[in-house]
């Protein structure tokens, strides 16, 4: 089987929420046990979960799951250094990774097999769902970036990579909005939840 491995950037302090937005409730769980679920629902198979501030509510409950995890020491200096550490702590010699941000419940199965469908069919380097003519995530990066992943700018992050290597981007479109959806403030995960009730 293809080794993909998804990277889970849950390191974030969620100051905008005022609490750790990963463990609110969301459809009969919790926003980052929907993440895990919706990826093992997927041909995905391999779960890193990259873990930072508020790591000692969250290590618990990811310990009940079948995912690894790692401690990105460096959780402040932006969702870059994440990724790197989430890169940092999986076999060298995966073929691709797809990143999820914890706090995007609303990407289904159907669209991570989509973008790894598009990967293996045309074998381009970075994969992204479109929305509304919008990229959203997950976003899959073929392992020939792992070295240009880890020079480029915190400033800019990993969208930057797209900018870098436009060639080799190919976007795929999907009906489902919930590739743009992320929960940052009590005001959007109120009309998150409220929305699928």
């Not at 890193?48 to 509510?57: H, P, Q």
């Not at 310990?63 to 702590?89: A, E, H």
Request: net charge negative; charged share 25%.
């Amino acid at each position: 089987m293809t080794d993909f491995w998804a990277i889970i950037l849950a390191a974030g302090e969620s100051k905008r929420m005022g609490k750790p937005k990963m463990l609110l409730p969301f459809k009969g769980s919790s926003i980052i046990e929907n993440v895990i679920a919706n990826i093992k629902g997927s041909r995905v198979r391999d779960i890193m979960i990259v873990l930072g501030a508020d790591s000692e509510f969250l290590t618990p409950m990811i310990q009940t799951k079948d995912v690894n995890y790692c401690y990105n020491v460096n959780y402040r200096d932006g969702m870059l250094s994440s990724v790197i550490c989430g890169l940092n702590s999986i076999p060298p010699d995966h073929e691709a990774i797809i990143v999820f941000q914890g706090d995007q419940p609303l990407i289904s199965p159907v669209v991570t097999d989509a973008v790894i469908e598009s990967y293996l069919s045309t074998r381009k380097g970075i994969v992204i769902p479109v929305y509304n003519k919008k990229r959203g995530h997950p976003i899959l990066i073929d392992r020939k970036y792992t070295n240009d992943i880890r020079e480029l700018n915190p400033m800019e992050g990993l969208r930057s990579l797209l900018f870098k290597f436009p060639e080799d981007v190919l976007e795929v479109e999907t009906d489902e909005a919930g590739i743009l959806r992320d929960f940052d403030t009590p005001d959007e995960y109120r009309k998150g939840v409220n929305q699928i009730q």
